[in-house]
T-cell receptor, first 115, second 111 residues
Framework: EPEVTQTPSHQVTQMGQEVILRCVPI?????FYWYRQILGQKVEFLVS????????KSEIFDDQFSVERPDGSNFTLKIRSTKLEDSAMYFC?????????????FGEGSWLTVV | DQQVKQNSPSLSVQEGRISILNCDYT??????FLWYKKYPAEGPTFLIS?????DKNEDGRFTVFLNKSAKHLSLHIVPSQPGDSAVYFC??????????FGKGTKLTVNP
């Protein structure tokens, strides 16, 4: 079964450093997402991306965050200057369409630890 | 932001019995509700969904019930199996493609 893949599975970074998390969405999907889960908290929406632009973003997704689809397969999340509170599991996800009810498929996550 | 609430952080049931996981919501704009299952160190896995115009959807051992007047939905798992032990997230979706998740309920199915 096709799946969303993410790299790295775990990254430790110094506060203030830039981090890039990578994702390969399911190949025929058109909508891409990043969610995150801080330890012990709920899974939170960060951003959705369609047709090479952001379609929606949450309040969490401030100027420190950016997303990009640099080629036909990868989808990246960049955090420019990491803070301690950015430590979380980051999930990439994708779906075929935008219509409510389309199943969103998640990757296994990238665990980011900021020290 | 408590649009989706799962008030029970944990639930323990015996193998073979029914598991009932509950979820309440406040946002009347949700068009769909989805249940995801999550094992430790893995991403959420889609389980079952229900449109807001329906009151029941069934898929094998899993049934989701929606009570719109009460803004309540529940996931029934019958019969429960030890492999069902995981964290179950309820999520609402409406007006956009984003999912709004509850905090999750950890289900433990004892052999």
């Amino acid at each position: 079964e096709p799946e969303v893949t993410q790299t790295p599975s775990h990254q430790v970074t110094q506060m203030g450093q830039e981090v890039i998390l990578r994702c390969v969405p399911i190949s025929n999907h058109l909508y891409f997402y990043w969610y995150r889960q801080i330890l012990g908290q709920k899974v939170e929406f960060l951003v959705s991306f369609y047709n090479n632009e952001i379609s929606e973003k949450s309040e969490i997704f401030d100027d420190q965050f950016s997303v990009e689809r640099p080629d036909g397969s990868n989808f990246t999340l960049k955090i420019r200057s990491t803070k301690l509170e950015d430590s979380a599991m980051y999930f990439c996800a994708s779906s075929v369409g935008r219509v409510a009810g389309n199943t969103i498929y998640f990757g296994e996550g990238s665990w980011l630890t900021v020290v | 932001d408590q649009q989706v609430k799962q008030n029970s952080p944990s639930l323990s049931v015996q193998e073979g019995r029914i598991s009932i996981l509950n979820c309440d919501y406040t946002n009347s704009m949700f068009d769909y509700f989805l249940w995801y299952k999550k094992y430790p160190a893995e991403g959420p896995t889609f389980l079952i969904s229900i449109s807001s115009i329906k009151d029941k959807n069934e898929d094998g051992r899993f049934t989701v019930f929606l009570n719109k007047s009460a803004k309540h939905l529940s996931l029934h798992i019958v019969p429960s199996q030890p492999g069902d032990s995981a964290v179950y997230f309820c999520a609402g979706q409406g007006g956009s493609e984003k999912l709004v998740f509850g905090k999750g309920t950890k289900l433990t199915v004892n052999p």
